[in-house]
């Protein structure tokens, strides 16, 4: 896989919670040495965002990928299955088109430029928001965190996970990541140790030869959880989010002024976080929970 998701894929993402006086946001949450399968609220509850009148549109065609998992893959029978493509279904539920509704896969690199042309109306596949994508494409408000996560290995009593406590210890990181950034930046007494790319980060952790690493949430809590892991490591600490560093989540991509489809989105994303629709369909992908 591409470093760091490129995009999902392409920066990683997430959210704004505190902005330090240096500029840089970053911000631990609870300590989470046991996953939390609870999904982050991103809408408020009490907002109410109206339903646009969508009685003229013809059809809405929903780009995606098929080589994504768990956000969008084709299962054993060749249907798309995923994250995305369940969230985008419940979508049209939500806003009664359900029967115009189309999901289509392409290749990734081909997404925006169908989107562009009129070969689409929306992308429902992790594209990073960028401020160069803003001048071409509107973005619906994010849905979903993928946050930075430390891992240890099991042997280590590290201490509880505080601006200290990797002091003069080794912390494993992707050469050039997002992630090499944040530490230096959040961990200045931290002593980075650069791998070229995850297999080699992941390799390194379950050889006990770092004290821990630092990496994306999405794949870390899979691969502790899976075989691969040998049951050697557990994750230290909870999630940290950045703006500055992993941009803005998981949006739906529009074309650029397509406003009334923006705000169809943005309800329907807002009502199904409200009815707990969206809790359910992470915790059907993501099990073992990304926070």
């Known amino acids: 896989m591409p470093a760091l998701l490129t995009s999902l894929r392409r920066q990683g993402?997430?959210?704004?919670?505190?902005?330090?006086?240096?500029?840089?946001?970053?911000?631990?949450?609870h300590e989470a040495a046991a996953q939390d399968t609870e999904l982050p609220v991103l809408f408020?509850?009490?907002?109410?965002?109206?339903?646009?009148?969508l009685s003229n549109l013809l059809r809405l065609r929903i780009l995606t990928t098929a080589d994504f998992p768990p956000f969008n893959f084709a299962d054993q029978t060749g249907r798309l299955a995923g994250f995305?493509?369940?969230?985008?279904?419940?979508?049209?539920?939500?806003?009664?088109?359900?029967?115009r509704c189309q999901?289509?896969?392409?290749?990734?690199?081909?997404?925006?430029?169908?989107?562009?042309?009129?070969?689409?109306?929306?992308?429902?596949?992790?594209?990073?928001?960028?401020?160069?994508?803003?001048?071409?494409?509107?973005?619906?408000?994010?849905?979903?965190?993928?946050?930075?996560?430390?891992?240890?290995?099991?042997?280590?009593?590290?201490?509880?996970?505080?601006?200290?406590?990797?002091?003069a210890r080794t912390v494993g990181v992707v050469n050039g990541s997002a992630h090499e950034a944040m530490l230096k930046a959040f961990f200045p007494r931290a002593i980075p140790v650069l791998f070229t790319d995850q297999n080699a980060l992941l390799d390194a952790l379950k050889d006990n030869k770092v004290a821990a690493v630092f990496s994306d949430g999405l794949r870390l809590?899979?691969?502790?959880a899976g075989e691969a892991s040998a049951n050697c490591c557990r994750l230290y600490g909870g999630p940290y989010f950045?703006?500055?560093?992993?941009?803005?989540?998981?949006?739906?991509?529009?074309?650029?002024?397509?406003?009334?489809?923006?705000?169809a989105f943005d309800h329907a994303l807002a009502t199904l976080s409200r009815n707990g629709r969206l809790q359910d369909i992470y915790l059907r992908y993501f099990p073992h929970g990304l926070y």
């Open 84 to 99: 995305n493509i369940d969230l985008a279904r419940e979508i049209c539920l939500e806003l009664k088109i359900e029967g």
């Open 242 to 263: 950045s703006e500055t560093f992993l941009g803005e989540g998981v949006t739906v991509m529009l074309k650029k002024d397509d406003d009334t489809l923006r705000d």
């Open 221 to 224: 809590p899979f691969w502790i």
């Open 13 to 29: 993402v997430f959210l704004l919670w505190v902005v330090l006086g240096c500029g840089l946001a970053f911000a631990p949450a």
């Open 44 to 53: 408020d509850a009490r907002e109410r965002l109206p339903r646009p009148d």
């Open 103 to 167: 999901i289509q896969a392409l290749p990734f690199e081909e997404l925006e430029e169908a989107l562009a042309n009129g070969n689409g109306d929306a992308v429902m596949a992790g594209v990073a928001v960028t401020a160069e994508r803003r001048q071409s494409f509107s973005f619906s408000r994010p849905y979903l965190m993928i946050p930075a996560r430390f891992a240890r290995h099991a042997d280590r009593d590290l201490g509880e996970l505080d601006e200290n406590a990797l002091a």
